[in-house]
């Protein structure tokens, strides 16, 4: 009796031990399945990640001075490199491994042309061309629309595209010392515009719109041929800095009052009589930094 009941229950524990190993055995299955196939939507068979697990944006503040140095880490977070002063006469292409960069610096350099292919940067908000030797206007910036900042002072300009209007998140705008005669009418177009640097060129006037310009804090014109100013600059109502040295103006009293917010005025160097310089003392705010 003992050894038919010791029996039964050997058969007993081997049948559950056999049903415990199938469900293990499934469960092995099933989980190593389910691995593979989440492994397969972030990898795509490719190494990469899936679009859904790209990196869409940079987060990487640091300022790298070399394509090299940028490569050493994650080129999908890289926001800032400069190449400034390193006597480039074209682009890298390699720049085009940085999809989210948001700056780049390229001053004091031979450039006078960039690629088509910078356009693919989307991201990129910041450009610095200044002191190459640009006699156009890069057109490939046109295409990027979340431009916020160019900088292409020192140059060789003679001009500004009219379809820079396109570029609606602008905010600043550099383009002194250059050979420009005439700003384009669309440019009243840039909404965002704050700052506008168009010293040391041979403007003889403005757009008559200038004044649509509603977010324009600052303003600089030095060293230019202006004969005279649009009546619509009175409209510029956050103009916080002028700057008009040394051109050929006569009269800008009646422009400068309305200026409630200016803090700051240069204006040395033009044709103003001594009543006018009183009446342009007389227009401004009190606490008004002048230079008359």
């Known amino acids: 009796m003992s050894n038919t009941t010791s029996g039964n229950r050997y058969i007993s524990l081997t049948v559950v031990f056999i049903l415990l190993s199938i469900i293990a055995g499934v469960t092995y299955v099933y989980l190593n399945s389910n691995r593979i196939n989440q492994n397969t939507v972030m990898d795509n068979g490719s190494g990469q990640g899936s679009t859904l697990d790209k990196i869409t944006s940079c987060s990487d503040n640091s300022e790298y001075l070399s394509i090299d140095e940028a490569l050493s880490v994650d080129p999908q977070t890289v926001c800032n ?13 390699e720049i085009l491994q940085f999809p989210n960069i948001e700056k780049l ?68 705008l550099a383009i002194n010392k250059n050979n420009i005669t005439v700003l384009p009418e669309s440019i009243v177009s840039l909404s965002k515009l704050e700052m506008l640097e168009a010293s040391e060129n041979q403007l003889s006037s403005l757009p008559q719109n200038f004044g649509s310009l509603s977010n324009l804090n600052a303003l600089f014109l030095h060293d230019n041929n202006l004969n005279s100013l649009p009546a619509s600059l009175a409209n510029l109502g ?22 409630a917010n200016l803090k700051v005025l240069s204006v040395s160097g033009n044709n103003f009589s001594a009543d006018e310089i009183q009446n342009i003392k007389s227009s401004l705010p009190q606490d008004t930094d002048t230079d008359i």
């Open 81 to 93: 490199i400069s190449l400034a002063g390193q006597s480039l006469e074209s682009v890298p292409e």
């Open 238 to 259: 956050k103009l916080e800095n002028l700057g008009l040295k040394n051109n050929n103006l006569s009269e800008i009293s009646s422009l400068v009052k309305p200026l």
């Open 105 to 172: 610096s390229l001053h004091t350099n031979q450039l006078t042309s960039i690629p088509e292919s910078l356009e693919k940067l989307s991201n990129l908000k910041q450009i610095d061309l200044g002191a190459n030797r640009f006699s156009e206007f890069p057109v490939q910036l046109l295409k990027i629309a979340s431009l916020e900042i160019i900088e292409i002072g020192f140059n060789e300009l003679k001009s500004i595209p009219a379809e820079i209007s396109g570029l609606t998140n602008l905010k600043l």
